[in-house]
Every structure is written in structure tokens, then in C-alpha cells.
């Protein structure tokens, strides 16, 4: 007699289609990506305000072009005079391994803000070679990391 272990990914049964539709429908609600950010910054109007949340080390190092820098712990003193209510905000951070731009959404929608995170962060944005401005060096783009991004022609 064979016996075989419980299927790890439907241990859990998936969720009914409407619970899934309305969990993913929130999800985007307060999340985009790297490339969508791309390409609305291309934009002659985003529709948003991009807000780099690491700190001035961190913001020196290499910070999205557009982006303003307000560092998580500065959103209650600096929030009101940067962002203007009415224009959402997306936030954020190092990477997938960094909460700062969580914690600086979860700041921003507290004062009132519409806020989405930048899953990602700038490791992904780095990845998909996006270009970054170098305080010392001005506009750097890398290569694509062809692990996590389609190579462009």
C-alpha cells in the first residue's frame, strides 16, 4: 500500500471565486508595481506623487527620477506640506525585504492621504533597469536582470 503526502499547495482548499475576486480587487487597491510605475511616469501627468521613504544615506545612494524623498519617520512633520490630499501617493522602499514602504502607507492613509505601496521597491526597479539618479553621478541605468525582467530590444 502506497501512501502519498497531502498536496502542499491544496492543503488549503482555494478560495471561492467571489472571495478571490474581491481579496485581489483590495490587493491592487493598495499595491502596483514597478513597471506600471514606469510607465505612467512617462506620462506627461502620473496621476500621482512617487515618495522615495528611506533615508537621506539611502535617497543619496540612488532614488527614482521624480520621486520626492520623505522618509517614514518625517511624515508627520514634513506630510502636509509636501503632498497635496488629493493627489494619491505611492510609496516606496528598498525592496522586497524592506517594510518602510508599508509603514509609510500605513502613516500616509492614517493622515488622510490616498496611498498605494511600490511592490518591489528599488531593487526591482534596478532590476527591470529603470534608470536611478546618483547623487554623485547623475542618471545611472543597469542592465535588466534577465532573471525577473523580459530583456528589451
Known amino acids: 500500500m502506497t501512501t502519498t503526502s497531502p498536496n502542499p499547495v491544496l492543503a488549503t482548499p482555494p478560495a471561492a471565486p467571489d472571495q478571490a475576486t474581491a481579496w485581489f480587487a483590495a490587493k491592487l487597491a493598495v499595491q502596483t508595481d514597478v513597471s506600471d510605475v514606469y510607465a505612467a511616469l512617462g506620462r506627461d501627468e502620473p496621476g500621482f506623487v512617487l515618495v522615495d521613504t528611506r533615508d537621506l544615506a539611502s535617497w543619496r545612494q ?69 534608470p536611478v539618479q546618483v547623487a554623485e553621478t547623475g542618471t545611472v541605468t543597469g542592465a535588466v536582470d534577465p532573471l525577473t525582467a523580459p530583456l528589451r530590444r
Open 62 to 130: 540612488g532614488h527614482i527620477l521624480g520621486a520626492i524623498h520623505l522618509p517614514t519617520g518625517m511624515i508627520p512633520l514634513r506630510a502636509a506640506r509636501l503632498l497635496d490630499r488629493a493627489v494619491p501617493v505611492v510609496t516606496y522602499c528598498w525592496g522586497p525585504g524592506c517594510d518602510g514602504a508599508t509603514k509609510a502607507a500605513h502613516a500616509l492613509a492614517g493622515r488622510g492621504y490616498q496611498v498605494k505601496e511600490m511592490i518591489g521597491g528599488i531593487e526591482y526597479w534596478i532590476r527591470e533597469g529603470f
